[in-house]
């Protein structure tokens, strides 16, 4: 079956820097496009970053381009986000995304910027 299993979150100062990993199974991962949200507390789920099968085309919500940047390693099938100076705002759990013929979840890897 599919999983999505997130790690890599922490606390981290503002301007700091934290790498997650998304390792992906039971699919063919390199054919399909993966993508990273977020949920504040009180906020909706928000999609921050994609990266389609090849990792040539990349997408990013406007608040993180520049800061952060995904990348995925299909021989390892794992997606990564690279996250660069961090801000209070990005507060977060992060979630790792797939799309087949359904929708699948990881469970979340919490990310919390605050000095």
């Known amino acids: 079956q599919v999983q999505l299993v997130e790690s890599g979150g922490g606390l981290v100062q503002p301007g700091g820097s934290l790498r997650l990993s998304c390792a992906a199974s039971?699919?063919?991962?390199?054919?399909?496009?993966m993508r990273w949200y977020r949920q504040a507390p009180g906020k909706e789920r928000e999609l921050v970053a994609t990266i389609d099968g090849g990792g040539v085309s990349r997408n990013y919500a406007d608040s993180v381009t520049g800061r952060f940047t995904i990348s995925r390693d299909n021989a390892k099938n794992t997606v990564y986000l690279q996250m660069n100076n961090l801000k209070p705002e990005d507060t977060a759990v992060y979630y790792c995304?797939?799309?087949?013929?359904?929708?699948?979840w990881g469970q979340g890897t919490q990310v919390k910027v605050s000095s």
């Open positions: 995304n797939t799309r087949l013929f359904a929708t699948y």
């Open positions: 039971g699919f063919t991962f390199s054919m399909y496009a």
